[in-house]
């Protein structure tokens, strides 16, 4: 991979290749800059994800249904962390596509593979929550650690399944369907027939996201009908009973989580939305801006986690120490100091 410095000269991808493409020239300055930015977003990414795994994994008390699927959600952040930022980078920055077709059809997998698992999880959270809030008292008989475990299981396995179908049926790895499309050698890029884009339209956005806006808006009225009952005992000086704490509890943790689900929905569905809707092969400007937004908010939930949970803090502050190899730090209580309506 030669650095061009030449004003005019135009240098192809693969120049021993009659329909090579072209390759954009860049400075030496403009590479190490380039190289060093996305080096440390991967490792950024993958760092954070890395404490939300360890967390939860480690310590005993976050054993429960909610977190699981928060851990689950961590690992396909981290997933593109490790894989999707600096495997994108190196296509970004060289502008061309070394690794050939075959990598590039699974690459093209990879990336539906989040999306898909990471709205998949998202759906499940939604319904964890909207049990939780609607029906309290039967949350642990509906949802247990067999059910969520199970869940997510199915949520990895049917969206690693139907990416593959997709990518195959599409004719990722068939020259003939490549030169048809005008695709020149040294490219990756997404496509996807009529038929299937209808179906991705409804399995894989507009029933996730549907599922997800009306679940929540059904806890938020809930929530708020809730919230003044609760503040009408307050202010006649009533004590709040242990269900009414728990369900305040259950209310902050709804909120947060659809925090998450929010920054989710605005980084995911402008590109799928485009992707849908856009032409047959997505203009590479577009297409970068987009997916970019989509790998950087895999490195924003960590921080909503540490924004918005004591006891991720607390768990960061015993991983950072090493506090976490030391004899029974796996049934450390973890919410000892924190607030109990956390």
Not at 215 to 238: A, D, E
């Amino acid at each position: 991979m030669a650095y061009e410095t030449e004003g005019h000269e135009t240098h192809y991808c693969f120049p021993a290749i009659n329909s090579s493409c072209i390759k954009t020239k860049r400075s030496r300055h403009e590479y190490n800059i380039m190289y060093v930015f996305f080096s440390l977003l991967s490792v950024w990414t993958v760092f954070l994800n890395l404490l939300v795994i360890i967390s939860i994994s480690h310590f005993k008390r976050l054993h429960t249904p909610t977190n699981m699927l928060i851990l689950s959600l961590a690992v396909a952040d981290l997933l593109v962390g490790l894989i999707a930022i600096p495997v994108e980078a190196i296509k970004l920055i060289e502008t061309c596509w070394y690794f050939g077709e075959i990598f590039c059809g699974l690459f093209i997998i990879f990336l539906g593979f989040f999306l898909s698992v990471s709205l998949s999880n998202l759906v499940l959270i939604a319904l964890d929550r909207f049990i939780a809030v609607i029906y309290p008292l039967l949350y642990t008989q509906k949802i247990t650690m067999t059910k969520s475990l199970v869940g997510i299981f199915l949520s990895w396995f049917c969206s690693s399944a139907y990416l593959t179908a997709i990518v195959v049926s599409n004719g990722y790895f068939d020259p003939d369907t490549l030169k048809r499309l005008g695709v020149c050698y040294g490219e990756c890029s997404f496509y996807i027939s009529f038929g299937w884009r209808l179906t991705d339209l409804f399995v894989n956005f507009l029933f996730p996201c549907i599922t997800i806006i009306t679940l929540y808006m059904k806890i938020f009225y809930v929530v708020h009908q809730q919230v003044k009952i609760i503040n009408s005992l307050v202010k006649r000086g009533n004590n709040l009973t242990e269900g009414s704490v728990k369900r305040k509890t259950e209310h902050k943790a709804a909120l947060t989580l659809s925090i998450i689900v929010a920054i989710h929905l605005l980084c995911y569905i402008p590109f799928y939305i485009f992707f849908l809707t856009g032409s047959t092969v997505i203009p590479e400007s577009t297409a970068s801006f987009l997916s970019w937004t989509m790998y950087m908010n895999s490195s924003v939930n960590p921080l909503v986690y540490a924004f918005f949970y004591p006891w991720f803090r607390k768990a960061l502050k015993q991983i950072i120490t090493l506090k976490i190899f030391r004899p029974a730090s796996t049934l450390v209580d973890i919410f000892t100091i924190v607030h109990p309506s956390v």
